[in-house]
């Protein structure tokens, strides 16, 4: 089983990941296969002012030696450059305890109040520091551990926006234009409609309001019978949903056409059994490559609503949590939409779970015996 913790605060001295169950053997370079995932998280059209303070970087503190997992605990640190700005009211020492830049006033939409209620704190920072999407570099380093195991069992993995704003920006599933996406500021194929987005984003920051949007996690090569039919906590299609409905802001997951095929009737829903030389195959995808809790070896679809940011330069109206007076929500530096970072963060929520569902179901304490355990599953699964 593959266990995912993280630590750390936005403002804090850094963000420590642990992974623990990584089979050993795996090829692994921070440089190659984990920074260049933290960068497309810091990418995209709309990001604020930390995208420029912060340059993430990941170091490896345990877990791998001489570019190799050795199959002990992974551990990883990003450190937080903001930090320098923010000792005197983040350092862990006693007394240190300034009322500069504490936040009474509980933002619509975020974990301040809730937050504040359950943890018994006055000063809202202490909610904020932990609750801040800035903790989603550290899901996307372990993500992107996740992202090269699968790379080394043949998946392929993609993430990407189809809509923002509003806007759809779909533009149908390429796997030859991976490349693209990096090239495109709202991480989408659709470029005729990269414009109207952009518009809209310029717009919504003039007016101190935030754009949300949905986004897309796909992976390909994906075998027949991950998950489980057999138990409700087993279902792959759960679990799925559990992780990527915990990534900041989003509201709605779906695998494959999800909420549209609930208004249609079977016969438009459900996707045809094909045979021939390649055994068994399917006419259509409706079902985002998973069924009963399994995948059916189809590209499995998992798509993620976002919903616009609560950090508003506008702010709503709210309560003030010491004089308990109407006031305006607290405002703390953000982005006018992180529609395409998003994509990243459900992307690697997603790629864990597989891993996890990969390793679950073949075992084995290196990356050898996964490799020989899942080729005699396919060569099975193609005979069946």
């Known amino acids: 089983m593959l ?17 623990d169950g990584v089979p050993a053997g795996l090829p692994l370079v921070a440089a190659d296969h984990v920074d260049p995932w933290l960068r497309r998280r810091q990418a995209g059209y709309g990001r604020g002012q930390r995208m420029l303070i912060e340059q993430d970087h990941a170091t490896f503190r345990g877990g791998v030696r ?8 992974l551990s990883i640190e990003i450190l937080n450059r903001d930090w320098a700005n923010w000792q005197d009211v983040m350092g862990a020492e006693p007394g240190n305890e300034p009322r500069k830049r504490a936040l009474t006033q509980p933002r619509p939409g975020h974990a301040d109040l809730a937050g504040g209620v359950k943890y018994h704190h006055k000063d809202l920072r202490d909610v904020l520091e932990r609750a801040s999407a800035r903790e989603t570099a550290s899901r996307v380093a372990a ?17 990407r926006v189809v809509s923002l704003g509003g806007v759809d920006c779909d533009g149908g599933m390429r796997w030859d234009r991976l490349a693209d996406l990096d090239g495109s500021p709202l991480r989408t194929f659709d470029q005729s409609a990269e414009e109207r987005i952009i518009d809209l984003i310029d717009s919504a920051k003039e007016n101190g309001d935030t754009l949300g949007g949905v986004v897309e996690a796909r992976f390909k090569g994906v075998p027949i019978g991950l998950g489980s039919v057999m138990q409700w906590d087993r279902k792959l299609d759960g679990k799925l949903a559990q992780a990527v409905m915990s990534v900041h802001s989003v509201k709605g997951v779906e695998i494959g056409d999800g909420w549209r ?5 079977g016969s438009q829903v459900h996707d045809a059994i094909t ?3 390649e055994r068994y195959g399917r006419a259509s995808n409706r079902a985002g490559g998973l069924e009963g809790g399994m995948t059916n070896g189809e590209e499995l679809v998992v798509r993620a609503a976002v919903k616009p940011i609560a950090t508003l330069m506008k702010p709503l109206p709210t309560v003030d949590v010491l004089t308990h007076e109407p006031a305006d929500a607290a405002r703390e530096r953000s982005d006018v939409t ?8 459900v992307l690697a929520m997603a790629a864990l779970t597989l891993a996890d569902a990969f390793v679950d179901k073949f075992g084995g304490d290196t990356l ?3 490799r020989e355990r899942l080729a005699a599953h396919r060569a099975y699964a193609a005979e069946f």
């Open 368 to 370: 050898g015996e996964l």
């Open 261 to 265: 095929a609930s208004g249609l009737p």
């Open 66 to 73: 001489a570019g190799r997992t050795t199959g002990g605990p």
């Open 3 to 19: 266990r995912y913790l993280s630590a750390g605060e936005t403002h804090g001295p850094a963000l420590t990941v642990l992974l």
């Open 143 to 159: 993500g992107a551990v996740s992202l090269r195991l699968l790379e080394e069992l043949s998946v392929a993995a993609c993430a």
């Open 275 to 277: 045979g021939g030389a």
């Open 338 to 345: 992180a529609v395409p970072a998003a994509s990243i963060v």
